[in-house]
């Protein structure tokens, strides 16, 4: 994933991680640049009985942004309450996250530099979207996507709102992210918190 971003060495880079799966994969990245790792905090409103189907996503900030997957909440016929609901509880879980990765650290300043979003797939894109949409307020000078797998549609919806997506596979028959990974064991916040330690300001 590293290499296919050789381009943006030497550039005013920022990598944003998408915890907890990105992590690793923008640590690399950020290795490979030279460049200082972040993170966004994103999380997903996932469809109740089948969490892993995003019907939306939901990033931190002053002001929380929602994305909503229109056709998946039709689909599934989930009501405004209960869509709420789930949003409440995963803005709930970002401050957790916040207060444990970040504690009294800032944010990276992103205005006019060029932030290059890593996450270690994308299924639907609900959350790359949620990302895009808050990152775009903090005023970049470009949003570059970076994944190492992803489906062509996500890609496509994707090149729609960020500058640039690299995708490194983007099979048709898709499945899910942890079928193009050897290993796919999920991160704790410890993990976390140790791969940000020797990148983060």
């Known amino acids: 994933?590293?290499?296919?971003?050789?381009?943006?060495?030497?550039?005013?880079?920022?990598?944003?991680?998408?915890?907890?799966?990105?992590?690793?994969?923008?640590?690399?990245?950020?290795?490979?640049?030279?460049?200082?790792?972040?993170?966004?905090l994103v999380r997903k409103i996932g469809v109740p009985w089948y969490p892993e189907l995003a019907m939306g996503a939901v990033i931190d900030g002053s002001q929380p942004m929602v994305v909503r997957n229109e056709e998946t909440i039709r689909f599934s016929g989930?009501?405004?309450?209960?869509?709420?609901?789930?949003?409440?509880?995963?803005?709930?879980?970002?401050?957790?996250?916040?207060?444990?990765?970040?504690?009294?650290r800032p944010c990276e300043e992103i205005s006019g530099r060029i932030a290059i979003i890593v996450d270690d797939g994308i299924a639907t894109g609900a959350t790359v979207r949620a990302a895009i949409a808050g990152l775009r307020a903090r005023k970049p000078a470009k949003i570059v996507v970076a994944v190492p797998v992803?489906?062509?549609?996500?890609?496509?919806?994707?090149?729609?709102?960020?500058?640039?997506?690299?995708?490194?596979?983007?099979?048709r028959m898709f499945g899910a992210i942890g079928y193009f990974y050897r290993d796919f064991e999920q991160l704790t916040d410890d993990d976390v918190t140790?791969?940000?330690?020797?990148?983060?300001?």
């Open 1 to 40: 994933m590293a290499i296919a971003l050789d381009p943006y060495r030497g550039q005013d880079v920022v990598v944003l991680a998408l915890p907890r799966g990105g992590v690793p994969v923008a640590a690399e990245v950020a290795s490979h640049l030279g460049a200082p790792l972040d993170l966004l």
């Open 78 to 104: 989930i009501s405004e309450a209960e869509f709420d609901a789930i949003c409440q509880r995963q803005l709930a879980e970002i401050e957790r996250r916040r207060q444990l990765y970040f504690a009294d």
């Open 150 to 171: 992803a489906p062509p549609n996500a890609v496509a919806e994707l090149q729609k709102e960020a500058d640039e997506v690299v995708s490194l596979l983007q099979p």
């Open 194 to 201: 140790r791969l940000l330690s020797g990148h983060l300001l």
